[in-house]
């Protein structure tokens, strides 16, 4: 006998999954302003929930298998995204979301190379908090100083608060801090087998 194909069946946010977590505001979705969807095993972001959860200011999406940032761009009043314990590798797609305050990525798998990609946060100018802990990305020497000095707007990292001093450092050695850091971008993707 045959044993039958497993079947592994992407979990998608779904309208169903959506209106089972908004109980709290009657099930309604077109003004949802807060909504977790932490450990539902859920592989991706797609656009459903910006289509129907345009009003959104947090969204806790920690725990589960998200492998990467996309479709929030909707979401223009996002002030709290919490991708804690997913499987992304840079950050990304995070433009849009002008009045994102606290941005918690702790324990994915933001390694050297992908720490670069933090700048693309530069336009997020109401940005605060960012949670990082956890992350290969941390190993690196000077990773608190590259962010520090890549994003002025953030006034604490990782729960620390930043100093004046620590920033006027930060920034004065930017530019030897991510020169450094693209080196050693380099030598981990090497490491990896990969070509950088």
Do not use: W
């Amino acid at each position: 006998p045959t044993l039958p194909l497993a079947t592994n069946r992407m979990v998608q946010i779904s309208e169903e999954m959506l209106r089972g977590r908004a109980e709290h505001n009657d099930r309604c979705l077109a003004n949802l302003e807060e909504i977790s969807l932490h450990q539902q095993n859920i592989e991706g972001i797609n656009r459903a929930l910006t289509r129907l959860c345009p009003e959104l200011q947090i969204l806790y999406l920690q725990h589960n298998l998200i492998p990467k940032i996309e479709n929030l761009r909707r979401l223009r009043d996002l002030d709290y995204l919490n991708l804690a314990l997913n499987n992304i590798l840079k950050i990304e797609n995070l433009e849009r979301n002008e009045k994102l305050r606290k941005l918690d990525m702790t324990v994915n798998f933001i390694d050297i190379d992908g720490l670069l990609s933090i700048e693309s946060l530069k336009i997020n100018h109401k940005l605060e908090e960012l949670y990082m802990t956890g992350n290969p990305c941390v190993e690196f020497e000077h990773y608190r100083a590259f962010i520090i000095g890549t994003l002025p707007q953030i006034k604490r990292l990782d729960g620390k608060m930043i100093t004046a001093t620590e920033r006027i450092q930060a920034q004065q050695d930017l530019a030897e801090t991510r020169a450094r850091l693209v080196v050693a971008a380099k030598d981990r993707v090497r490491q990896r087998g990969g070509n950088p």
